[in-house]
């Protein structure tokens, strides 16, 4: 635990202007990250006695071993490096929203040629027109399916699109006209994308001028006694009132605006968020944090704001933000807000009205949401501490340990052979901090050995990093600079073994556990605690003991210890069958210098394999687009010298299958 004081920056080193500022902890890892308009008044208030200080702020600060600042030119400039910063540095004490789920959106893909109406999770892509986000995707599935009467915009896959275009025959949607069939011809691609804007459209709220639309063409064509098609367009019409039914009409039409409320208490927080586009709601999410920091509901907010438009630009970011306390600096935030829209943007607090009524509906979406989610979460949180603690005494541990790396070696009778590494940090795992090793001391199977191997190489990285960044030893005391002077290569990111844990786990016994030992034993390292969990039993055992350490089956410690190990162990089999695939998958065209992936899938869509690439001139391999003389010369000598690979075998009639199809280049 460190002395605040012993970092705080001399009076008049800091300057009274807006900024950023990070506190890193002795490991140079930034673990907090903050914004002000004044940068001297902010980082002041760090610096009172603890007992002053809110509790978080007291364990951030002492946990803390060394501050820095940026200034910057504006308050929204500051928002926006905060903002960046946060999610490059993912600071241990900054709030961050865990979303409680992947959300669905219906999206239109306008960056193709044939726009495709889907269901899309995940990270936004450029090109994309996305609306939602649903709670279900069965929801977004009915909407489509009422909507492509009127608006017949492709929803197959590329394969689907490509199969139909080249039988000439459309997919059933075409044939019951819920598809324009663009694959075929029955419409130009710019026609067919007339459509799919229009349902955009429709999608984002201007539905009255397709209604209105419509009832016209009825009307003439039950004048003109078309009756069939007078039918037709009723039965449009019906169903595009019935999509519009299914987003309840809650303001006033042509309103967009995004509602945040918020539920929290003294450890937790849960926003939630209603999105409304032309009055009516079209979607609806909610995330969930907890509160690892002194903050307001105000400062909750702004994080939720971060949070829910960082990534947006333009009409996703609505042109109405309604929230239930304006965060400290709300010009800038507005600013920020409009920038990214690139118009002005309202973010404002409702008053009475209508929208008034419905923030109070979403406020009490969010108090639901934070009692479901304690009722899930109240014991998780008291079963890990528990978890950590049982492994500390069982293991005779100074302190509970927060960090955990766990070993495991996978291979295939021998060949392959590669370990893994996780890393659980509090009880859950911390993906980003995931390392996979192949093993190059030596060839066959050994496990202890390679355990030895991988303990050594991850420790010796780590004690590099020390050595380099000057935390150890006579040439520095681990003190870093206070002010905004900071070398490149210690910028804060997340390193590569830079962190040391509390508690190593390998998957093994006691071979294991003492290679492991052994292998920190040579490298001087002697704070770090290390077990092994035996398969056959479940069975802890620790270095130079003769007898296992048992722990009961119910016990919350063990359970723990199976988890990080099972982790660890599916990890390396994944790793271990990539391998295992690319190898099986290789080609005699891997030989060839220069030659890349997109030349290699030219040649064997050419020639259809690689027998009768093999088999090929070099005139004929030149006919290829991109291919010169010179490389094909070079792959002409690469098949020449490769043997050809055993023939393949029908395992169930032993008959030999011919190498006519396609090769793997």
């Given at each position: 635990?460190?002395?605040?004081?012993?970092?705080?920056?001399?009076?008049?080193?800091?300057?009274?202007?807006?900024?950023?500022?990070?506190?890193?902890?002795?490991?140079?890892?930034?673990?907090?990250?903050?914004?002000?308009?004044?940068l001297?008044?902010?980082?002041?208030?760090y610096?009172?006695p603890?007992?002053?200080?809110?509790?978080?702020?007291?364990?951030m600060?002492?946990?803390?071993?060394?501050v820095?600042w940026?200034?910057?030119?504006?308050?929204?400039?500051?928002?926006?490096?905060?903002?960046?910063?946060?999610k490059?540095?993912?600071?241990?004490?900054?709030?961050?929203?865990?979303?409680?789920?992947?959300?669905?959106y219906l999206?239109v893909?306008?960056?193709?040629?044939?726009?495709r109406?889907?269901v899309m999770?995940?990270?936004?892509?450029?090109g994309?027109?996305?609306f939602g986000?649903?709670?279900?995707?069965?929801?977004?599935?009915?909407?489509v399916?009422?909507?492509?009467?009127?608006?017949?915009?492709r929803?197959?896959?590329?394969?689907?699109?490509?199969?139909?275009?080249?039988?000439?025959?459309?997919?059933?949607?075409?044939?019951?006209?819920?598809c324009?069939?663009?694959?075929?011809?029955?419409?130009?691609?710019?026609?067919?994308?007339?459509?799919?804007?229009?349902?955009?459209?429709?999608?984002?709220?201007?539905?009255?001028?397709?209604?209105?639309?419509?009832?016209?063409?009825?009307?003439?064509?039950?004048?003109?006694?078309?009756?069939?098609?007078?039918?037709?367009?009723?039965?449009?019409?019906?169903a595009?009132?019935?999509?519009?039914?299914?987003s309840?009409?809650?303001?006033?039409?042509a309103?967009?605006?995004?509602?945040?409320?918020?539920?929290?208490?003294?450890?937790?927080?849960?926003?939630?968020?209603?999105?409304?586009?032309?009055?009516?709601?079209?979607?609806?999410?909610?995330?969930?944090?907890d509160?690892?920091?002194a903050?307001?509901?105000a400062?909750?907010?702004e994080?939720?704001?971060?949070?829910?438009?960082?990534?947006?630009?333009?009409?996703?970011?609505?042109?109405?933000?309604?929230?239930?306390?304006?965060p400290?600096?709300?010009?800038?935030?507005?600013a920020?807000?409009?920038?990214?829209?690139?118009?002005?943007v309202?973010?404002?607090i409702?008053?009475?009205?209508?929208?008034?009524?419905?923030?109070?509906?979403?406020?009490?979406?969010a108090?639901?949401?934070?009692?479901?989610?304690?009722?899930?979460?109240?014991?998780?949180?008291?079963t890990?501490?528990?978890?950590?603690?049982?492994?500390?005494?069982?293991?005779d541990?100074?302190?509970?340990?927060?960090?955990?790396e766990?070993?495991?070696?996978s291979?295939?009778?021998?060949?392959d052979?590669?370990?893994s590494?996780?890393?659980?940090?509090?009880?859950?795992?911390?993906?980003?901090?995931?390392?996979?090793f192949?093993i190059?001391g030596?060839?066959?199977?050994?496990?202890?050995?390679?355990m030895?191997?991988?303990i050594?190489?991850?420790?010796?990285?780590?004690?590099?990093e020390?050595?380099?960044?000057?935390?150890?030893?006579?040439?520095g005391?681990?003190?870093?600079?206070?002010?905004?002077?900071?070398?490149?290569?210690?910028?804060?990111?997340?390193?590569?073994?830079?962190?040391p844990?509390?508690l190593?786990v390998v998957?093994?016994?006691?071979?294991?556990?003492?290679?492991?030992?052994?292998?920190?034993?040579e490298?001087?390292?002697?704070d770090?605690?290390?077990?092994?969990?035996?398969?056959?039993?479940?069975?802890?055992?620790?270095?130079g003991?003769?007898?296992?350490?048992?722990?009961?089956?119910?016990s919350?410690?063990?359970?723990?210890?199976?988890?990080?190990?099972?982790?660890?162990h599916?990890?390396?089999i994944?790793y271990?069958?990539?391998?295992?695939?690319?190898?099986?998958?290789?080609?005699p065209?891997?030989?060839?210098a220069?030659?890349?992936?997109?030349?290699?899938q030219?040649?064997?869509?050419?020639?259809?394999?690689?027998?009768?690439?093999?088999?090929?001139?070099?005139?004929?391999?030149?006919?290829?687009?991109?291919?010169?003389?010179?490389?094909?010369?070079a792959v002409v000598?690469?098949l020449?010298q490769?043997?050809?690979?055993?023939p393949?075998?029908?395992?169930?009639?032993?008959?030999i299958?011919?190498?006519?199809?396609?090769?793997?280049?």
């Open positions: 635990m460190a002395d605040p004081s012993s970092y705080r920056p001399k009076p008049g080193e800091i300057p009274d202007e807006p900024g950023v500022y990070k506190f890193r902890d002795e490991h140079r890892r930034v673990i907090y990250v903050g914004k002000a308009k004044s001297r008044q902010r980082l002041a208030n610096f009172q603890l007992t002053s200080l809110h509790p978080r702020t007291a364990t600060v002492t946990t803390a071993a060394s820095e940026t200034v910057v030119s504006t308050e929204v400039e500051a928002l926006q490096l905060e903002y960046t910063w946060i490059e540095f993912d600071p241990r004490f900054n709030v961050k929203y865990r979303d409680d789920k992947s959300y669905p999206a893909t306008l960056n193709e040629e044939f726009p109406v889907q999770r995940g990270q936004k892509k450029k994309v027109r996305y986000p649903y709670g279900h995707a069965w929801a977004i599935r009915e909407t399916d009422l909507m492509l009467r009127v608006f017949p915009v929803t197959c896959s590329a394969g689907v699109f490509r199969n139909a275009a080249s039988a000439g025959r459309p997919c059933l949607l075409g044939y019951i006209g819920k324009a069939a663009p694959c075929v011809g029955r419409v130009t691609p710019e026609e067919h994308r007339e459509l799919a804007e229009e349902f955009c459209d429709f999608m984002a709220g201007r539905t009255g001028t397709y209604i209105r639309r419509l009832e016209k063409q009825m009307t003439i064509a039950a004048e003109d006694m078309e009756y069939e098609k007078a039918a037709r367009l009723r039965d449009d019409i019906e595009l009132r019935r999509a519009m039914e299914k309840a009409v809650v303001l006033a039409d309103t967009d605006a995004d509602l945040i409320a918020l539920a929290e208490d003294e450890l937790e927080a849960a926003v939630q968020i209603f999105h409304v586009r032309g009055g009516r709601v079209r979607g609806q999410r909610g995330w969930v944090t509160k690892v920091e903050v307001d509901t400062g909750l907010v994080h939720a704001l971060q949070q829910l438009y960082g990534e947006e630009s333009g009409e996703t970011v609505p042109k109405e933000v309604l929230v239930p306390a304006l400290e600096d709300a010009a800038a935030v507005t920020w807000l409009s920038g990214r829209r690139g118009s002005n309202s973010l404002r409702p008053q009475r009205g209508d929208k008034k009524d419905l923030m109070e509906t979403v406020a009490r979406n108090q639901q949401a934070l009692v479901l989610h304690k009722t899930k979460r109240a014991s998780d949180l008291t890990r501490s528990r978890a950590l603690e049982e492994i500390a005494e069982a293991l541990l100074d302190s509970a340990p927060l960090r955990i766990c070993f495991d070696i291979h295939l009778q021998g060949e052979v590669v370990a590494m996780v890393v659980f940090e509090d009880g859950l795992p911390r993906k980003s901090e995931y390392r996979r192949q190059k030596f060839e066959g199977q050994d496990d202890v050995r390679s030895h191997e991988v050594g190489r991850r420790f010796k990285r780590y004690l590099a020390k050595d380099r960044t000057g935390e150890w030893g006579p040439a005391d681990g003190e870093a600079p206070a002010g905004g002077e900071v070398p490149a290569e210690d910028d804060g990111r997340p390193k590569r073994f830079a962190y844990p509390q190593v998957d093994g016994g006691q071979p294991q556990v003492a290679a492991a030992r052994r292998a920190l034993d490298l001087g390292i002697d770090i605690a290390v077990c092994g969990l035996a398969k056959r039993l479940e069975e802890v055992w620790l270095p003991d003769d007898d296992p350490v048992v722990l009961p089956r119910s919350e410690g063990l359970y723990l210890l199976q988890r990080v190990r099972d982790t660890a599916d990890f390396a994944r271990q069958r990539s391998k295992r695939t690319k190898r099986i998958r290789t080609s065209l891997d030989a060839v220069g030659l890349g992936d997109t030349r290699k030219a040649l064997i869509k050419h020639f259809g394999s690689v027998k009768r690439l093999r088999q090929a001139t070099i005139e004929q391999i030149c006919e290829v687009p991109g291919m010169g003389r010179k490389t094909a010369e000598v690469a020449a490769a043997a050809p690979a055993a393949a075998v029908n395992t169930a009639t032993g008959e299958m011919e190498d006519d199809g396609g090769g793997t280049a």
